[in-house]
């Protein structure tokens, strides 16, 4: 490495370029007899890497594999299993600039927005190696005859967990879900979207050197197609993308009685209340919407300012957007960089046209910038956005937020919760107890109080996931690793069967097991 050949931004005659020695070695392993698939990076629009890509037979010949290398994983020890977890920290922080490189090429996003995807991996695996055998331990429980049944509650790994990743996070999406699957004992088949595929594997790559068995994490790749044979061929299914997407995937899982989760789109609000500290809250907030160029799940798209402050609030806040730094360049000299490709350019520029059209100010940005990148377009905040506009309750997923001021936290609770997702919420307030007063109103699944996303998205002791259209099912936490285990309960009864108590029969039976069970709740037990 560095595998890039050049840079154009620095030499203009060049072209971005993933050395294709590089791309076949990565590709080395994978199951593929489809057409091959060829990918453009968002930088210039140019060629990145021709793929290999899965037919639906091939996926089934990477389950079969998963399958087999998990019956041998499964008898390695919980503890030693989540130990390779923090060799694959270490490498990932050690081998960061390929990495980087890779998902900025591939997303077109700034190097500081794709690092955010470095630091999440690692504390991804630095959590799950730590606390993952506590969450997959055997717990015992209170039999039905409280010392004569002795039940306890096992996690048994569910087999080979299918994930379906986009584009927007094409390392944090394709990893962070492997890693509890991998502790709790299962084989992965992961299906990176393509325009993700290339980092997909170089992290899978980092995995086995870790020490993960080589069989045990598949990547199979290909579109939409692709994707689907993974859900139709594995036992669990963890999905990441759009809403309309997730309902497609949960009705096949549902078909096949398999568990999925499913974290999909929001239409995420920030509310700045009238004792906001402004300092914090004019770059926080603009992190929160233009992260990522704006195609992040918890980004902001809508700005619900106290009109208290509104004024003052937007004044900075213009400011600072006007001085966001746009580039396509592998550097860490950018505030912002690129959408992902023409049909998000599209979208984005659709969104804006609509709302122009039908009355909408555009108090920054709001124009498509080729000078810089073919599909990079100028952070934007729009104002007087109502309901006949598309970007009032549609996810726009790109650099555009909407304005809107409110008279109080009433008014900006109902606002926020005025929409069909309920992903992730941001609320800036010096008042801490009033901050987690108005989470306790808002219907989304992470609520921030003076951040925009990334203290609850990297508080992974904590669950996060979508409530109503955002989703089903939680990563991180607890619940992040134990949704990839069945939970079998083994009760042993001692010296006495259950309906069988000698000399009880009938009545009898009914008065002692009558007296039983009020001296248990005498007794206050569980
Ligand atoms: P999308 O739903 O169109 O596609 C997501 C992925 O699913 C793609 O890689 C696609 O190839 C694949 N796919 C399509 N049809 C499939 C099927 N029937 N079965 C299996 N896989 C299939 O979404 P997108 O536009 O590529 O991604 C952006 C969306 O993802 C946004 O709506 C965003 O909010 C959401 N997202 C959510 C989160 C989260 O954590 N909640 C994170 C990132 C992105």
């Given at each position: 490495?560095?595998?890039?050949?050049a840079?154009?931004?620095?030499?203009?005659?060049?072209?971005?370029?993933?050395?294709?020695?590089?791309?076949?070695?990565?590709?080395?392993?994978?199951?593929?007899?489809?057409?091959?698939?060829?990918?453009?990076t968002?930088?210039?629009?140019?060629?990145?890497?021709?793929?290999?890509?899965?037919?639906?037979?091939?996926?089934?010949?990477?389950?079969?594999?998963?399958?087999?290398?998990?019956?041998?994983?499964?008898?390695?020890?919980?503890?030693?299993?989540?130990?390779?977890?923090?060799?694959?920290?270490?490498?990932?922080?050690?081998?960061?600039?390929?990495?980087?490189?890779?998902?900025?090429?591939?997303?077109?996003?700034?190097?500081?927005?794709?690092?955010?995807?470095?630091?999440?991996?690692?504390?991804?695996?630095?959590?799950?190696?730590?606390r993952?055998?506590?969450?997959?331990?055997?717990?015992?429980?209170?039999?039905?005859?409280?010392?004569?049944?002795?039940?306890t509650e096992?996690?048994?790994?569910k087999?080979?967990?299918?994930?379906?990743?986009?584009?927007?996070?094409?390392?944090?999406?394709?990893?962070?879900?492997?890693?509890?699957?991998?502790?709790?004992?299962?084989?992965?088949?992961?299906?990176?979207?393509?325009?993700?595929?290339?980092?997909?594997?170089?992290?899978?790559?980092?995995?086995?050197?870790?020490?993960?068995?080589?069989?045990?994490?598949?990547?199979?790749?290909?579109?939409?197609?692709?994707?689907?044979a993974?859900?139709?061929r594995?036992?669990?299914?963890?999905?990441?993308?759009?809403?309309?997407?997730?309902?497609?995937?949960?009705?096949?899982?549902?078909?096949?009685l398999?568990?999925?989760?499913?974290?999909?789109?929001?239409?995420?609000?920030?509310?700045?209340?009238?004792?906001?500290?402004?300092?914090?809250?004019?770059?926080?907030?603009?992190?929160?919407?233009?992260?990522?160029?704006?195609?992040?799940?918890?980004?902001?798209?809508?700005?619900?300012?106290?009109?208290?402050?509104?004024?003052?609030?937007l004044g900075?806040?213009?400011?600072?957007?006007?001085a966001?730094?746009?580039?396509?360049?592998?550097?860490?000299?950018?505030?912002?960089?690129?959408?992902?490709?023409?049909?998000?350019?599209?979208?984005?520029?659709?969104?804006?046209?609509?709302a122009?059209?039908?009355?909408?100010?555009?108090?920054?940005?709001?124009?498509?910038?080729?000078?810089?990148?073919?599909?990079?377009?100028?952070?934007?905040?729009?104002?007087?956005?109502?309901?006949?506009?598309?970007?009032r309750?549609?996810?726009?997923?790109?650099?555009?937020?909407?304005?809107?001021?409110?008279?109080?936290?009433?008014?900006?609770?109902?606002?926020?919760?005025?929409?069909?997702?309920?992903?992730?919420?941001?609320?800036?307030?010096?008042?801490?107890?009033?901050?987690?007063?108005?989470?306790?109103?808002?219907?989304?699944?992470?609520?921030?109080?003076n951040?925009?996303?990334?203290?609850?998205?990297?508080?992974?002791?904590?669950p996060?996931?979508?409530?109503?259209?955002s989703?089903?099912?939680?990563?991180?936490?607890?619940?992040g690793i134990?949704?990839?285990?069945?939970?079998?309960?083994v009760?042993?009864?001692?010296?006495?069967?259950?309906?069988?108590?000698?000399?009880?029969?009938?009545?009898?039976?009914?008065?002692?097991?009558?007296?039983?069970?009020?001296?248990?709740?005498?007794?206050?037990?569980?």
């Open positions: 490495m560095p595998d890039v050949i840079d154009p931004e620095t030499d203009p005659r060049a072209t971005y370029a993933v050395d294709p020695a590089r791309v076949r070695a990565l590709t080395a392993r994978v199951v593929a007899s489809g057409e091959p698939l060829t990918t453009h968002p930088m210039t629009g140019a060629p990145l890497a021709t793929l290999p890509t899965a037919t639906a037979a091939d996926v089934a010949v990477a389950v079969d594999r998963a399958r087999a290398a998990q019956r041998r994983w499964v008898a390695v020890p919980v503890a030693e299993r989540a130990r390779r977890l923090l060799t694959l920290h270490d490498l990932v922080l050690t081998r960061q600039s390929e990495l980087l490189d890779l998902v900025q090429l591939e997303s077109g996003k700034a190097r500081s927005h794709a690092f955010e995807e470095v630091a999440d991996v690692a504390i991804v695996a630095r959590y799950y190696a730590r993952g055998p506590a969450h997959l331990a055997d717990e015992p429980h209170l039999g039905v005859f409280p010392v004569l049944t002795r039940s096992h996690h048994r790994p087999g080979v967990v299918g994930i379906v990743s986009p584009w927007n996070y094409p390392l944090s999406l394709a990893v962070t879900d492997a890693l509890p699957a991998l502790v709790a004992g299962n084989a992965v088949v992961l299906r990176p979207d393509p325009q993700g595929s290339l980092t997909a594997l170089a992290a899978v790559d980092l995995l086995v050197e870790a020490g993960f068995p080589a069989d045990l994490v598949q990547v199979v790749l290909g579109g939409a197609d692709t994707g689907a993974v859900v139709e594995t036992d669990y299914v963890c999905f990441t993308g759009s809403t309309a997407t997730g309902r497609a995937v949960a009705a096949a899982a549902g078909r096949r398999v568990g999925a989760s499913l974290e999909l789109g929001g239409k995420n609000s920030v509310y700045v209340a009238d004792d906001a500290d402004l300092r914090r809250a004019v770059p926080g907030v603009l992190r929160a919407c233009f992260a990522s160029a704006g195609q992040l799940c918890v980004s902001a798209e809508r700005l619900l300012l106290h009109e208290r402050v509104a004024d003052e609030f900075r806040f213009l400011e600072a957007v006007s966001v730094r746009l580039s396509t360049g592998l550097h860490w000299d950018a505030d912002m960089g690129s959408l992902v490709g023409p049909a998000q350019l599209e979208r984005v520029l659709a969104h804006v046209d609509d122009v059209a039908k009355g909408a100010t555009v108090l920054a940005g709001g124009r498509a910038r080729p000078d810089v990148g073919p599909y990079v377009v100028e952070p934007t905040v729009l104002a007087g956005v109502t309901s006949a506009m598309a970007c309750d549609e996810e726009t997923f790109g650099p555009v937020v909407a304005v809107h001021r409110v008279a109080d936290d009433d008014a900006a609770v109902a606002l926020a919760n005025d929409t069909e997702y309920g992903l992730n919420a941001s609320v800036w307030t010096r008042d801490t107890r009033r901050g987690r007063a108005l989470a306790a109103r808002i219907e989304a699944g992470t609520v921030n109080v951040e925009g996303y990334a203290a609850a998205w990297g508080s992974i002791g904590s996060m996931g979508g409530m109503k259209a989703g089903l099912g939680r990563r991180h936490g607890r619940e134990l949704k990839y285990t069945e939970a079998q309960n009760s042993v009864q001692g010296l006495v069967n259950v309906a069988d108590l000698p000399g009880l029969r009938g009545a009898s039976y009914a008065r002692a097991l009558t007296g039983a069970l009020r001296a248990m709740r005498a007794a206050r037990l569980p």
